[in-house]
């Protein structure tokens, strides 16, 4: 077969990996140089902890397995295994902790409840205060900045695959084609638009107004740490936005511990992540309101630096970077992913949400799977 991949972001790389991994050719387009968006603007975390039972949970271990079995082919990804702990700094969160080790599935995700002292011998880095912590074995990360490079050297290196850059779609023309921006028409035997939050121009032309809606985040990254921060590491605020801590140990918390205004105000939780350049990739915010702001605001940072601080029990090295992202999510979050056949051979594949990056190569087979490639 011959497939069409429009979008290079990680969704539609990995669209474009499976395809060549099962002997199809791939002409993989771009409307940039190379993808900027959402791919890039990311933690590189590969997050089981936090996702729903079921459906989603499946996607996500079945995608950390995929990154795994991935990462060992190219190494240029970075992937490590490296879990996650939620440090805790009382009972209403350690209680939250506690039931996120009583699910069902806490063994699938390697869940475990580490005290103090067990939590600083994994991350020795954490000297800061806290109770407990709640250990995520399954979660991992990779290098967002680089995946999709390391995974384009690779599928080149295949002779299967070709990338248009600079190429903007504008139209799904007839069966298993489009038509770019200079005038060029690519037919295959299917099209597959993993355009991400780009939701308008071409996609609404040929799928109208789908329920899938813009996110928009900030985040930085600092200068090296100058030592290892062996996990990533999320606060208790994390509970509050993620489906596998909804318990009534959550319902508690909510009631009995007001988050931070800043916190609050901005609807907040801290991910954290070294690079491994050694700086902290750190954040992040949550924005639903259209328009959005083309500036960041400072009081977010601020917020996240403290509560780092008061993890490392030292201060954050220096700010390098800081940016603001926009993912493209499900309105139903409950759904993993927005796949809709618009055409007769093309197909769209967007709205993952903040699970782009941890189940994107779960997603891509998926596809490939229904489409019988």
């Known amino acids: ?71 060992a082919r190219v190494p240029g990804l970075g992937f490590r295994a490296i879990g996650s702990l939620t440090p805790v700094r009382n009972e209403l969160e350690r209680a939250v902790a506690e039931a996120a080790v009583a699910r069902p599935d806490a063994a699938a995700r390697g869940n475990q409840q580490l005290t103090a002292a067990e939590a600083r011998a994994v991350n020795p880095a954490l000297r800061g205060a806290f109770e407990a912590a709640l250990w995520c074995e399954r979660d991992a990360a990779v290098e967002p900045r680089l995946a999709q490079l390391a995974l384009r050297e690779a599928l080149l290196a295949t002779g299967k695959y070709t990338f248009l850059p600079n190429r903007e779609v504008r139209d799904a023309v007839g069966e298993n084609a489009v038509r770019d921006d200079r005038g060029e028409t690519h037919t295959g035997d299917a099209v597959v638009l993993c355009t991400g939050a780009w939701l308008s121009g071409l996609v609404r032309e040929v799928a109208g107004e789908i329920p899938v809606r813009r996110v928009r985040l900030q985040m930085m990254q600092t200068a090296p740490l100058g030592e290892p921060l062996t996990t990533s590491v999320a606060d208790a605020d994390s509970f509050r936005y993620y489906p596998a801590y909804a318990s009534p140990a959550l319902d508690a918390l909510h009631a009995g511990q007001a988050q931070d205004p800043t916190a609050a105000a901005h609807k907040m939780q801290l991910l954290m992540v070294q690079r491994l350049d050694g700086g902290l990739t750190i954040g992040d915010t949550h924005e639903y309101e259209h328009p959005f702001a083309f500036d960041t605001l400072e009081d977010p940072y601020e917020h996240l630096t403290r509560v780092v601080e008061s993890f490392l029990g030292r201060p954050l090295p220096a700010i390098r970077r800081r940016w603001a992202g926009v993912y493209a999510q499900c309105v139903d979050t409950s759904r993993v992913v927005h796949r809709q056949r618009v055409r007769d051979g093309v197909w769209l594949v967007t709205g993952p949400g903040g699970r782009g990056m941890t189940c994107s190569p779960a997603i891509a087979e998926t596809t490939a799977n229904e489409l019988g490639w």
């Open 1 to 71: 077969m011959k497939v069409i991949v429009v979008g290079a972001g990680v969704v539609g790389t990995m669209h474009a990996w499976h395809a060549v991994e099962r002997g199809h050719e791939v002409v993989h387009i771009e409307r940039e140089a190379e993808a900027r968006g959402a791919s890039l603007r990311n933690f590189g975390q590969i997050w089981v902890s936090g996702r729903a039972g079921g459906e989603e949970l499946d996607t996500a271990l079945r995608a950390r397995e995929l990154w795994e079995g991935i990462g």
